[in-house]
């Protein structure tokens, strides 16, 4: 049975963390952190890099695995609601201004972002989720139009700087900064476990959820909070790195089935792993020069879409 198979996500992360750390510009073997300098640099940047393509691994992750549900469309993922766009377009302009707070200026966007959308239904008695959608799609497209209107009258240093950031990139970070990120997505995404026989009702539909004793208006906001927020909190520190969200679902629930009391936690294991691959990668495989994470992501998922909706087309 598929679910015989609940076991394998962490022990793919253990295999992730025990790998990844080695990898980069310069090889590094245990028997290196005998020397004190060695073992500096490796516990100052490798690891927080690590920890933070773990976290936002799994925070995208779980995110898109979120919107999926509630919003019952597979191509639903963090970008959805426009909270992304929203945030980079605040790490634009603070980019414009010649502000250094790139993070705060990005968590603001995101936040503005998901204010303009519940500001849509804030009079309404229902919100829907093909609503929601939509609603995502025009944020993302004003966002967007904004962002090249900025780069269009930007010199070229902050052309550049404002095109590298939209790639997306895991650095190192202080480790009073990666806990405070934990601090704010870690229990967010215990609650979306923990909740997880709700989202298997409510991507049964609306009235189905509801007929079962459901808050479905409630759950559903609650649901978008914690999506968006996971997701604001990880861009203002990564930039948007697509594909995480989107594909990582798909790929395991073709191992674990759709019920999301096993699907939401492999996702996180998952996730987390795919992500740390794919920083490690960013930084070996054309060392010591250094790819931009979001490059590979979108590398491997973008035909790793392809490949996942052509099996699905073929079941049918």
Known sequence: MKSDHRFWPPLLMVAVIALTPWLGSEIVSPSALADPNELSIFVTFRVPRLLLGLLAGAALSIAGCLFQAVLRNPLADPFTLGVSSGAALGAVIVIFLDIAWIWTGSTLGAMAALGLIASMFIRQRRISATGLVLAGVSVNSVCASFIILL???SGFAK?????TWLVGSVDSLAYSSLAFYAAV?????L???????????LSMGDAWAAGRGVPVRTLLVQACLAGSIL?????SLTGPIGFVGLIVPHLVRHRTGASHRVLIPAVLFCGAAFLATCDALARTVLRPAEIPVGVITALIGGPGLIWILRSE????
């Open 313 to 316: 087309r073929s079941h049918l």
């Open 151 to 153: 780069q269009s009258v």
């Open 191 to 201: 609650w979306i476990v923990w909740k997880a026989p709700d989202w298997d009702l």
């Open 185 to 189: 997505i870690v229990p967010l995404m």
């Open 159 to 163: 052309s550049f700087s404002v095109t």
């Open 231 to 235: 997701t604001a909190a990880t861009v």
